[in-house]
T-cell receptor
């Protein structure tokens, strides 16, 4: 199966630490999206890339968050100086241009 | 700014009954999606609706789209316990056929009781 993969699946960290998540999209997909989902809510858009270019960032993406997609393949999402409010499921999705977005399994972050 | 509202947010129903979940959105969009999410899991795509009047069915679920009314419905027929999950509608904020960010509703948590 060559679906969207995310690593790690679960991360527990202490407040103030930095964390980094990785997303590997479906191989022929040129667009990659990051969403965040908190308990009991729908996913919220964070940012997306077309190839290596970051085309849009949500205002939810504070300066503690940074995302990259070097070489237009996998992407990383880094959170610096984590806060308890960052605890959430981080979902990655990919698509081929304007076609349907396919979601990965998510990374569940718990900040203690 | 695109807003998506789902109702109801919680739905408890008995097996064998029918019910409809509603999804309203605030601005024009080219496409709408329905997803299922089980606890602690990611999103499973159910339906992609691309045009006004689109209707799609899979098993006991049927989705429809009315772009003029900016309304989509997810109809459940003869519910069974296995349908218990949270259902999200998501509207693509892109225009002119381009896919950009998805804006999700808050979800409908469905519980089907025996």
């Amino acid at each position: 199966d060559t679906g969207v993969s995310q690593d790690p699946r679960h991360k527990i960290t202490k407040r103030g630490q930095n964390v980094t998540f990785r997303c590997d999209p479906i191989s022929e997909h040129n667009r990659l999206y990051w969403y965040r989902q908190t308990l009991g809510q729908g996913p919220e858009f964070l940012t997306y890339f077309q190839n290596e270019a970051q085309l849009e960032k949500s205002r939810l993406l504070s300066d503690r968050f940074s995302a990259e997609r070097p070489k237009g393949s996998f992407s990383t999402l880094e959170i610096q100086r984590t806060e308890q409010g960052d605890s959430a499921m981080y979902l990655c999705a990919s698509s081929f241009y304007s076609y349907e977005q396919y979601f990965g399994p998510g990374t569940r972050l718990t900040v203690t | 700014e695109l807003k998506v509202e789902q109702n109801p947010l919680f739905l408890s129903m008995q097996e064998g009954k029918n019910y409809t979940i509603y999804c309203n959105y605030s601005t024009t969009s080219d496409r709408l999606y329905w997803y299922r999410q089980d606890p602690g899991k990611s999103l499973e795509s159910l339906f992609v609706l691309l045009s006004n009047g689109a209707v799609k069915q899979e098993g006991r679920l049927m989705a429809s789209l009315d772009t003029k009314a900016r309304l989509s419905t997810l109809h459940i027929t003869a519910a069974v316990h296995d349908l218990s999950a949270t259902y999200f509608c998501a509207v693509d904020s892109g225009t002119q056929g381009g896919s950009e960010k998805l804006v999700f509703g808050k979800g409908t948590k469905l519980t089907v009781n025996p």
